[in-house]
T-cell receptor, first 114, second 112 residues
Framework: AQTVTQSQPEMSVQEAETVTLSCTYDTSESDYYLFWYKQPPSRQMILVIRQEAYKQQNATENRFSVNFQKAAKSFSLKISDSQLGDAAMYFC???????????FGKGNQVVVIP | ETGVTQTPRHLVMGMTNKKSLKCEQH?????MYWYKQSAKKPLELMFVYNFKEQTENNSVPSRFSPECPNSSHLFLHLHTLQPEDSALYLCASSLRGDNEQFFGPGTRLTVL
């Protein structure tokens, strides 16, 4: 079974600073996908960034970037220049090729301090 | 309406009531999902439908009964629930074969 682990349930960051959320996963698959989802207080979950395991280059979306370490099965999210709107729960998720079932971690609460 | 919508947004019910949650997606997707989100726990996948056919039931108690009449609509029928079933129920959709899922805002369910 695939598992996704997120430690540090709550992280605080000063506005305009950088915060990094960690995620590790366990899998025996070679072709898989990793995601970070954001769930603001309004509850609608939205995709922040995705990474295909076969790609060596780390994904980047504006202020969001990942550090994908395939051998270590680690997938961290970096939020640069944090903004008040970044305050939310962030979930790491995993699935493998040919499967539309997502496995989620417990989430990290990000608090942005003005 | 755009994206994935869910109604009602909040629901309070007694253990003997019967109610239904509704999900509708406006994205042209052909796979739909029900998740349960409880505090301090990972999201739990409950059911998966592909092209209106149920392809996964993740050991969900029979007091939860899903229905998918077409690729755009998904229901979760509830009866004789327990207080521990109180949670946020999220619906999601995707294109079959694409891994990105789009979520609705959820229904906050409280069972008294």
């Amino acid at each position: 079974a695939q598992t996704v682990t997120q430690s540090q349930p709550e992280m605080s960051v000063q506005e305009a600073e950088t915060v990094t959320l960690s995620c590790t996963y366990d899998t025996s698959e070679s072709d898989y996908y990793l995601f970070w989802y954001k769930q603001p207080p309004s509850r609608q979950m939205i995709l922040v960034i995705r990474q295909e395991a076969y790609k060596q280059q780390n994904a980047t979306e504006n202020r969001f970037s990942v550090n994908f370490q395939k051998a270590a099965k680690s997938f961290s999210l970096k939020i640069s220049d944090s903004q008040l709107g970044d305050a939310a729960m962030y979930f790491c998720a995993y699935t493998y090729y040919g499967n539309n079932r997502l496995a989620f971690g417990k989430g990290n609460q990000v608090v942005v301090i003005p | 309406e755009t994206g994935v919508t869910q109604t009602p947004r909040h629901l309070v019910m007694g253990m003997t009531n019967k109610k239904s949650l509704k999900c509708e997606q406006h994205l042209g997707h052909n796979a739909m999902y029900w998740y349960k989100q409880s505090a301090k726990k990972p999201l739990e996948l409950m059911f998966v439908y592909n092209f209106k056919e149920q392809t996964e039931n993740n050991s969900v108690p029979s007091r939860f009964s899903p229905e998918c009449p077409n690729s755009s609509h998904l229901f979760l029928h509830l009866h004789t629930l327990q207080p521990e079933d109180s949670a946020l129920y999220l619906c999601a959709s995707s294109l079959r074969g694409d891994n990105e899922q789009f979520f609705g805002p959820g229904t906050r369910l409280t069972v008294l």
